[in-house]
């Protein structure tokens, strides 16, 4: 076998060893899809009307169409949480420095991580889905539509899983990936995922116009709609490669650094 | 004789202060070699630079003939690493930890699960094979931890103090594995805070001091540049202590805690005769304590120092 199959084969090998901790202890998976829902219900049940009737137009009838998107990249977020602690708890625990003195290539043990969190957290989307439509979600997209939303959807999580597997890495204790944990959990609420930027005051404004996630669930929300901007979609696709890429780069650096610095 | 582990001029510093100062250290194959210190020594970050976790400042290290520095990947296809904290998947059950090694180590599946139940029995795990590792006892995990190891059939291990907080009947257990690997022709290069385990095990002993190797030899030769072995005798009053001065001469004497120290080999026939020289004066030893030395009277006797604890941070932070 040549160097690429065995790096391939490791990698299934450590997507298997993670997806079976999710399917071992399913509370994780049962948090990453619970949250979204729960969130979800209370934005549509709880404050939909009064959101919904200040957005007008936007949000195109029904208030759950509105924040789908938004809730979807909550998921992702909630999803890239479990993978920070899991990569954590590996990293104090000692098994990746096992794996750092085996014959295995670095990028087979990483993509092992971001491989089964790619997988679960597509899973919980679906699942998040589901449930919206049992709520009256109702999308125009058509296929090449859904098609793309689910590549910047990919795209999304491939930048949250590597930038989680990095803060994993770096951080010394579980606690430490809780600034992370926080962050994506919070700037969704910080965006245009449940109203429209435009009726924040005015400094809020500004940080919910231009932060990353703002792009992406704009975009999403326009390709479901069935009224794609391709300006937004851009700029939410060059957001998640360059986190990706940044995610990518960090967590490589920090997989053979010297564990005594 | 060929070496499996060479290290010369071996270097290492953190933040300024030299954890590894200058360090040259030949360990032949097939036997297994001791490298005996205290916390904050550098042992730990000696295993870790010959395992290719952590790249030394200086000097060179070759292990089964290839350079830790230019050719890592050869290393690494041909040692095992089991740490003083045991690396096992704690989600998984202990028979998976061994396929997902196996796997790992691209052996087929068959042959996979056949090394697997072999070393499951072979380290007394065959009941825990379905239980989940975070169940397991200290001893169960460091044993689970070292037949990973195993799986890839490595032909040097090394192990970074495998019974450090081990009950005896475990530490027993692990010593008793040890000594099967050697006798199946593997070299090992073992970490220990413990003179009784490298005595027990070791071919060769070197002896780390503030990254320094202050001593290396087999281990009788160790022990004999030790003077560390002696009878304690201890009075009830100072005429008894006097009066065995003037009999035995040449013992060490505690006017505070009215004990004589014996230079003796304190085995039974030893004591025995020491007594008899002591004749009636023996009536007035309350108590007798047999000294056997240990790793600060290597230390003391080849340092100058006693061992301290002092940096043992820098080697336990990972």
């Given amino acids: ?261 | 004789m060929t070496s499996a582990i060479t290290a010369t001029g071996l270097r290492k510093s953190f933040g300024g202060k030299a954890v590894l100062d200058g360090i040259d250290l030949e360990v032949a194959a097939g036997t297994t070699f001791s490298l005996l210190g205290p916390n904050g020594a550098g042992k730990t970050t000696t295993v870790q630079i010959m395992s290719t976790l952590v790249r030394a400042d200086g000097g060179e290290v070759r292990v089964a003939g290839h350079d830790v520095a230019t050719d890592p990947a050869a290393v690494r296809a041909a040692i095992g690493v089991t740490g003083q904290f045991s690396a096992v998947d704690n989600l998984l059950t202990g028979e998976e930890n061994l396929l997902l090694m196996a796997d790992l180590h691209h052996l087929r599946r068959a042959e996979g699960r056949r090394r697997a139940a072999e070393l499951l029995d072979q380290f007394d795990l065959a009941d825990a094979a379905k239980k989940s590792a975070v169940t397991f006892s200290g001893g169960m995990r460091r044993r689970l931890d070292l037949a990973m190891t195993l799986i890839g059939e490595p032909r040097v291990i090394f192990l970074d103090e495998p019974t450090t907080g081990l009950d005896p009947r475990s530490r027993r257990m692990m010593w008793q594995i040890i000594r099967g690997l050697v006798a199946g022709g593997v070299t090992i290069f073992l970490t220990t805070q413990q003179l009784d385990e490298a005595d027990e095990l070791a071919d060769q002993i070197a002896v780390l001091d503030h990254g320094k190797v202050v001593a290396t030899g087999r281990p009788e030769e160790l022990k004999r540049s030790i003077p560390g072995a002696h009878v304690r005798l201890r009075f009830a009053d100072v005429a008894g202590l006097d009066a065995a001065e003037h009999v035995l001469g040449g013992a060490f004497r505690h006017e505070d805690t009215l004990t004589l120290e014996v230079p003796s080999d304190a085995g039974a026939t030893a004591v025995r005769a020491l007594l008899n020289r002591l004749g009636d004066t023996a009536d007035q030893v309350d108590a007798v304590s047999v000294h056997t030395p240990d790793l600060d009277d290597v230390f003391f006797a080849l340092t100058g120092h006693p061992t301290t604890d002092t940096t043992a941070e820098m080697e336990n932070t990972r």
């Fill in chain 1, 1 to 261: 076998m040549t160097t690429m199959a065995f790096t391939a084969r490791d990698s299934a090998t450590m997507t298997r060893r993670t997806l079976r901790h999710a399917v071992r202890y399913p509370v994780t998976m049962i948090v990453s899809v619970g949250v979204p829902v729960l969130l979800l219900l209370l934005f549509t049940g709880v404050f939909g009307g009064a959101l919904e009737a200040g957005l007008g137009a936007a949000a195109h009838g029904a208030y759950v169409n509105y924040i789908l998107p938004g809730i979807l990249v909550m998921t992702a977020a909630y999803g890239s949480s479990v993978t920070a602690l899991g990569v954590n708890r590996d990293s104090t625990e000692g098994i990746i420095g096992r794996f750092a003195t085996m014959a295995i290539s670095p990028a087979a043990v990483l993509s092992g991580y971001v491989t089964s969190s790619l997988l679960r957290t597509l899973t919980s989307m679906a699942m998040v889905i589901a449930v919206a439509f049992g709520l009256g979600f109702r999308p125009a997209a058509d296929a090449t539509q859904w098609l793309t939303a689910a590549g910047v959807t990919v795209l999304l999580v491939l930048a949250l899983t590597w930038l989680a597997v990095a803060v994993g890495l770096a951080a010394k204790t579980a606690e430490g990936t809780s600034g992370f944990t926080l962050l994506v959990q919070l700037l969704p609420f910080i965006s245009s995922a449940f109203a429209a930027p435009g009726q924040m005051s005015e400094s809020v404004r500004w940080f919910a116009a231009n932060e990353p996630f703002t792009p992406v669930i704009d975009a999403l929300r326009g390709l479901l709609a069935g009224t794609p901007d391709g300006g937004t979609a851009l700029v939410a696709v060059a957001w998640c490669a360059g986190l990706a890429l940044a995610g990518y780069l960090w967590g490589r650096a920090l997989f053979r650094r010297d564990l005594n610095r």
